[in-house]
């Protein structure tokens, strides 16, 4: 550790963020590598150590030969104005050597309000922002993640993009950069040659035009580059890598326990959800797969829990008999064992009763809507009648404490919608005073309200989202018809959900923007003591580029869309009957019911969507 870094430490909050050391990284000797990685996570120590892709990424990368990948997390503003009073570069935790110093630079991106953050590790590094500035082999810069399906606002700051999933990609991807380094090539070559690599994307080989509208005239793809790109997925989740002996944090993180992937994608159709779509096909891991890994992985880190984790837990077929194995190894070692993602549509009393022995946390469920007609129109694919069972077997099971998930602003929402989320809770309420064995214990019931955004590669990525001010007003009208003493109402503020509508749907021309509003003073913008809505509007005034465009305005379905040299495997058609199915408030079937034929089977060649 550098004295400089010595000296700063203890003036700064949580100074763990900063240290490295902890038990199981990974530090290997200088001499024996080829090539060093620096492993970007732009947002805090606690939010990156908690994200399973950097965690698989970190661990594969490691085991390549010759190939170092070391931790960099964005630090806090504490930090960051102690470095910069110092003149202490961006730098990784294991070794501390600048990031500046280091062969490639990878970035995970999963939410859009970190792109500042991006810019602003860079520049901490000392390095060129634009990509068109760094011009050596060295500190290439590329990015992967859920974000990267629309990649044009970073176009400019990114040399190439990595699509899907990243366990056989990067491993591609950095072995062709050990050849670039060994045999002396420049910039453009590699680029070139990695733009050959299935799932690679190199904005820089597309040219966007526009028409005097500001829509997209074409996207005119060169040097050789494909003209559409299609994500890579893992065919056999069950031997592929995962990391059993993760890094055990020396400070608390979000998520500070064992993890197990249970499956990857989603039999659900749900139209706003854009994890829903990105990660198809549905992929299940073996239970004993997933068991072995289990008790490697809490042997390795000591954690005193473990969770099931997938987009939609419940779904996983083996998910009684890998519970009741895992229980018994569990449960004579005080481990606890949850299960997130549980739907109401399947919601086991005798599971849940099993894995909640010493104590019944909150269960947590996510209706979206409060009619439903709203439910079908974005294929929710449950029911009011299996809302209250729900309830009702919770609340006669003991659970006294629900949260419910709902959006304001879905497409074709009323406010004849807005209130049935009220007329909802009161249902739920009434359900408790009738199952409760005990009601002694007042019920709790959380209620909370985003403001929906429309994504890339769903459903409704071409819909209008409301304006804020039509947000509050639907947050007002619900806030007064839920007056109940039990009931908590909580709601997302509508500035940052317009803005990251914006950045997920933006093109190349939001770029500018994203530098203006870092030079202007932006960071951190997913936490609410740094995220200035002003910055960010002034950088829109000051760049000539009007918000709305992206947002309120919505997208024709015959425009070309600033993502469309992209494809996630699901056929654009299929996305547009599902939107007009929508309008219809017309359900689609689950995977296990029916395949509907949205294209993403065709990726996976070694089976059958979660056979």
Sequence with gaps: MTGTLERILPNVQKPARYTG?????????????????????????????????????????????GVWCERVFAPWGDMEDAMRKEGLPLFALE??????????????????????????????????????????????????????????????FIDFFSLGEGEEITV??????????????????????????????????YEHTYKEDGTIREIIAKN?????VTKRIVQNLSAAYWPVDMIVPSTEIVHDRGNLEVMRGCIRGCRF?????????????????????????????????????????????????????LLDYCNARKINLSLPSLRADNFSRD??????????????FAPEAGTQRLRDAINKNV??????????????????NVKLYFMLGLPTETDEDVLGIAELVWKIYNCWRDNAPNKKRAV?????????????????????????????????LLRQAMRNKCVEYNWHQPDLSQLEAVLARGDRRIGKVIETAFRMGAKLDGWDEYFNYEIWMDAFRACGIDPEYYTTRGFGEEEVLPWETVSVGVRKDFLLSERHAAYRSEITPDCRHACMGCGASKLYTEGKCDE
């Design 21 to 65: 050391g902890e038990y199981l990284q990974t530090v290997k000797n200088k001499q024996d590598v080829d090539v060093r990685v620096a492993f970007c996570f732009p947002d805090t120590y606690e939010i990156g150590m908690s994200n399973l892709g950097m965690r698989i990424l970190y661990g594969i990368m490691n085991n390549m030969d």
């Design 95 to 156: 070794s501390h050597d600048a990031v500046r110093d280091f062969d490639m630079i990878a970035f995970s991106i999963g939410y859009e309000m970190s792109y500042t953050n991006i810019l602003n590790m860079l520049d901490l590094s000392g390095l060129p922002l634009h990509a068109a500035d760094r011009t050596s082999l060295k500190n290439i810069v590329f990015a992967g993640g859920v974000c990267a399906v629309n990649a044009e606002p970073l176009a400019d």
């Design 172 to 205: 591609e991807i950095v072995s062709l950069y050990q050849k670039a380094k060994k045999e002396g090539w420049d910039k453009q070559q590699f680029l070139k040659e990695v733009s050959k690599i299935e799932g690679v994307y190199v904005p820089s080989f």
């Design 224 to 228: 050789g580059a494909p003209k559409t």
């Design 273 to 325: 959800c854009q994890a829903g779509f990105c990660y198809r096909p549905v992929r299940p891991r073996s239970p004993q797969v997933l068991y072995d890994q289990a008790v490697k992985s809490l042997e390795s880190s000591g954690c005193h829990e473990i969770t099931l984790s997938s987009l939609s837990t419940s779904d996983y077929r083996y998910l009684g008999d890998l519970t009741d194995k």
């Design 351 to 364: 599971l849940m009763m099993k894995v909640q022995t010493v104590r019944k946390s909150g269960l947590t």
């Design 383 to 400: 029911t009011e009648e299996e809302i209250l069972q729900t309830c009702a077997t919770a609340f006669s099971g003991g659970w006294n």
């Design 444 to 476: 709790r019931i959380h209620v909370s309200t985003a403001f929906f955004v429309p994504k890339p590669f769903t459903p409704f990525q071409w819909e209008k989202q409301i304006t804020p001010e039509e947000y509050t007003r639907k947050t007002n």
